[in-house]
């Protein structure tokens, strides 16, 4: 088995692999280096923003760090309020909250089973493959690892092709939004007019903060089809089985034109809500992903990767109240198009 192992990544994916590690009794202690990127560990991007605003687009009940331990998040956050319900959606620092804790508890769990964590705030460089093992560099520093783990979750964010260098330098294109968000007074003078290339949650993410902080701008957002995400019910629909058939059928014809016309079926079929039908697959999707061949993701990629991000992670009703306000008071547009250049 490996003894020592590198994990690569500061947020929750991260922060779920430490704590499963650091929970199991092994032969050996484990040596664990956790290069965090720099960031708050365990919150990571998505769980670090401070803003009442940004809400978890899952219910409190389902948002447990591990499949033993359904109520784990639920019960950390009705410690502090009793009233708070298992549908509710939360903000989503609430969650960076719960991270946090449940590593300190891992931490204390591992020194009791001898293992040992070194907590990293560096980003990796390279990964280099040894006989032995992996060593991962960072700077001019070394370190040998028998494995290392990428839990990287999103990818750093990039410029589009057709941005021009006096775009990037001017500072008016942002590449990251979460730097602006963290601090959007730097923008002197605030802004009139703001462009959102995006109508994913974190183009939504960014809509509720700025409209806040600059309640003069007016903003237009862009994307190929025009639409945001859709949006929860404000009461939990319950599957009307636990999709069992579904799943099986699925994994029996690995295609995604099959797999979206039994999507259609089992809906036609349950008579049920769409949102039921697509939740009770969440479980099962790593598995479903693993059985498609190359050429099949490739399809999904292109053609149907929008569509099912659209449905599958939906907006809290109340965020998509706020955005729909935007709307009516003029001051958000959207478009339908593509960016082909960016320049001032």
Not at 24 to 43: I, K, M, N, V
Not at 154 to 166: I, K, T, Y
Not at 183 to 201: D, S
Request: no cysteine; aromatic share 6%.
């Amino acid at each position: 088995m490996f003894r020592r192992v590198a994990i690569i990544g500061g947020g929750a994916a991260a922060a779920t692999l430490l704590s499963e590690l650091l929970e199991r009794e092994s032969p050996q202690p484990l040596q664990l280096d956790w290069f965090t990127g720099g960031d708050t560990p365990a919150r990571g991007v998505a769980y670090g923003t401070t803003s009442e605003r940004h809400l978890l687009n899952v219910r409190a009940a389902s948002m447990s760090m591990f499949a033993g331990k359904p109520r784990g998040f639920l019960d950390f956050v009705q410690r502090d309020d009793p009233a708070i319900a298992g549908t509710d959606f939360l903000p989503r620092r609430r969650y960076g909250d719960y991270l946090e804790a449940e590593v300190a508890r891992a931490l204390q769990q591992g020194k009791a089973h001898g293992h040992h964590v070194n907590i990293l705030p560096f980003a990796v460089d390279a990964l280099v493959p040894e006989r032995d093992g992996v060593t991962v560099i960072h700077g001019e520093e070394s370190h040998p690892a028998d494995a290392a783990v990428l839990a990287l979750g999103a990818l750093p964010p990039q410029p589009l092709a057709g941005v021009s260098a006096a775009a990037l330098a001017s500072g008016r294109y942002v590449v990251d939004p979460w730097r602006l968000l963290a601090n959007p007074g730097a923008l002197q003078p605030p802004p009139r007019k703001v462009v959102l290339i995006g109508l994913g949650l974190t183009a939504v993410d960014v809509l509720l903060e700025l409209s806040a902080q600059w309640p003069q701008a007016e903003f237009v957002a862009i994307s190929s089809h025009g639409r945001f995400p859709e949006a929860h019910l404000h009461a939990a629909a319950a599957p009307a089985d636990d999709g069992a058939a579904l799943v099986e059928a699925m994994r029996d014809a690995p295609e995604i034109r099959r797999w979206m016309r039994l999507l259609r079926e089992a809906i036609a079929q349950q008579g049920t809500e769409w949102r039921a039908v697509v939740d009770s697959l969440r479980p099962h999707l790593p598995g479903l992903w693993a059985e498609l061949s190359p050429e099949q993701r490739a399809r999904f990629m292109r053609h149907a990767r929008w569509a099912w991000e659209r449905v599958r992670h939906r907006m809290p009703p109340q965020v998509r109240e706020a955005i729909a306000a935007l709307e009516r008071d003029g001051r958000l547009q959207r478009r339908r198009g593509r960016v082909h250049a960016v320049d001032v």
